[in-house]
């Protein structure tokens, strides 16, 4: 489920989804008002806000290779790295032509 807010829209939209669109591709079916350029994640005209609406966030692990690869590159700290578990909160901005819809409910403000 995906609820839409802009502020040009007169109320909330929420819409059941599909999984494997991505959400570009959701505002089109609605028709929702849009910025898209390129359509292929290059000019960052379809930036979105991600709010996740679960009450609590899911938790995840993360392999051996991306630990390495994170920590190599400091975006993982050592104390981190030892964790196990991690929740799994989205960023904040997306990518309309990126992000890919998922049975994960999620509100777009835009
Ligand atoms: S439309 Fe250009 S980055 Fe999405």
Do not use: H, N
């Not at 909330?12 to 599909?18: A, F, M, R, Y």
């Not at 849009?34 to 009450?55: D, F, L, Q, T, W």
Request: with cysteine; proline share 8%.
């Amino acid at each position: 489920m995906v609820t839409f807010l802009t502020p040009p829209m007169q109320d909330k939209l929420v819409v059941e989804t599909s999984p494997g669109f991505s959400l570009l591709e959701l505002m089109d079916r609605y028709d929702l008002p849009k910025r898209c350029v390129c359509g292929e994640g290059k000019c960052g005209a379809c930036a979105v806000k991600i709010v996740p609406m679960r009450r609590k966030p899911k938790w995840i692990s993360i392999g051996r290779l991306e630990r390495i690869q994170f920590i190599r590159d400091g975006k993982l700290s050592k104390a981190e790295s030892e964790q196990l578990m991690f929740k799994d909160i989205p960023p904040r901005w997306r990518l309309a032509c990126q992000y890919i819809v998922s049975d994960e409910p999620i509100m777009v403000v835009f």
